[in-house]
């Protein structure tokens, strides 16, 4: 006698296994049945099954009786209930994706929140500051303010300034580069704790040419860097360092937007 | 269940007669299967009152395949009497089981058994019968 082993939840399965087609609602039951339908074993339970429940039917049920069951099914198919369909898988990977779906577009729109002119610019020089070394720099040592005629002087670039909340930062060096817009950075490596500044051109209008602005400072956040973003005579200066926003609140000015 | 038509069509009166009442004190319960729970209880309680089989160890066989052509020797009345003198829950597990028209959810639900319990009551419910076929019945080759 063929006895596949199955397990003890497929045999209890396959011993409860309906006698009809018609029962086979589950699908757990259905792959018991699969998988317990090769034993001679289970053959001949389904067959005694099927002989009894024949013999069951063909008991008399009194007329009287008999009417109430006439025209409708003595148990109605159990309902399609929400906690079942929720428990259906198809309708549960579903449900998943789209709450990803939508977690994607809630993250999206708070990014989006707190964007602002040159936003873009400032996470890719926040990336460069994470790689910068200060060995790359020029050694300076003056306060971070006084910068400002170097880079005119040197690089020809005006309005470079370093806002009066750092001006009074010592340095340790800087350099100017070009970005990958071929804009002019001016980049600051000051003595406190790792803090970089960078001076880039604000954003402008593509039409017009004029300088997008925005008022106060605004935060950027990248890899664990945060940054403070500030626009004057269409220059930004961005303040940055590793850590969180709180890191960074205590040098901004209570003019902060 | 009772494996006593009359007392049978009594129990299947008076349930509908109870439930007739409550529908229209508007006290039908919500649960489904209410109806078939109500006339269990009632099965059992009158058959409390009926003369009851002394517990036996009951002979167990492997169920063979000449068991369909024994079971068509029996008469209805046969087989009820013995399901009926089956003890609860195995017979309720019986009746509701070769009444075929519950799934087995649905026959846990109704008989407030587990998966393993209802698994065994069968198993063990059907190795009986066949035991009991075989002391009254002699085989037929099944064709």
Redesign the interface.
Same mark, same amino acid.
């Given at each position: 006698m063929k006895t596949p082993h199955l397990s003890r939840r497929i045999r209890a399965l396959a011993n409860c296994a309906p006698i009809t087609e018609e029962q086979m609602r589950d699908r757990s039951m259905r792959s018991a049945v699969f998988r317990a339908r090769t034993s001679d074993e289970f053959a001949n339970q389904q067959s005694f099954d099927q002989a009894v429940a024949g013999l069951v039917r063909s008991i008399p049920i009194p007329p009287d009786i008999a009417e109430w069951f006439s025209a409708k099914d003595l148990v109605s198919p159990s309902k399609w209930t929400w906690k079942k369909t929720v428990r259906n898988p198809a309708v549960l990977a579903i449900g998943i994706a789209l709450v990803v779906i939508a977690g994607v577009l809630v993250f999206q729109f708070v990014a989006r929140l707190n964007d602002f002119p040159g936003s873009a610019t400032a996470r890719k020089l926040l990336t460069i500051a994470a790689s910068t070394r200060s060995v790359l720099l020029d050694p300076v040592s003056a306060d971070a303010g006084t910068l400002s005629d170097l880079f005119f002087m040197k690089h020809g670039l005006e309005h470079y300034d370093v806002p009066a909340e750092f001006a009074d930062f010592r340095t340790i060096g800087c350099r100017v580069f070009e970005d990958d817009q071929s804009q002019r950075v001016a980049q600051i490596w000051v003595a406190e704790k790792r803090i970089q500044f960078f001076l880039f051109p604000a954003e402008r209008d593509v039409k017009t040419g004029a300088v997008l602005r925005f008022p106060g400072w605004r935060y950027v956040h990248q890899e664990g860097w945060v940054a403070a973003v500030t626009e004057h005579n269409g220059v930004c200066f961005m303040a940055a360092l590793p850590g969180r926003e709180k890191d960074l609140a205590p040098y901004i000015s209570k003019t902060k937007q | 269940m009772l494996g006593d038509?009359r007392k049978a069509?009594e129990i299947?009166q008076t349930t509908?007669r109870e439930a007739a009442l409550r529908a229209a004190h508007g006290e039908l319960p919500k649960e489904?299967?209410w109806l078939?729970r109500d006339a269990r209880w009632r099965c059992l309680e009158a058959s409390e009152t009926d003369l009851q089989a002394e517990p036996l160890e009951i002979d167990e066989h492997? #169920?063979?395949?000449e068991?369909?052509s024994q079971?068509?020797q *029996?008469e209805?009345a046969q087989?009820?009497i013995w399901i009926s003198s089956a003890p609860d829950p195995q017979r309720t597990a019986l009746t509701l089981?070769?009444?075929?028209?519950?799934?087995?959810?649905? #026959?846990l639900d109704l008989a407030e058994l587990k998966?393993?319990e *209802?698994?065994?009551l069968?198993?063990v419910g059907?190795r009986q019968?066949?035991a009991w076929l075989d002391a009254m019945l002699p085989k037929k080759p099944?064709v």
């Open positions: - | 038509a069509q299947f509908l489904p299967f078939f492997d #169920i063979v395949p068991a369909p079971i068509e *029996l209805p087989l009820a089981f070769y009444l075929d028209e519950f799934d087995y959810r649905e #026959i998966l393993s *209802l698994s065994r069968l198993a059907r019968f066949q099944n």
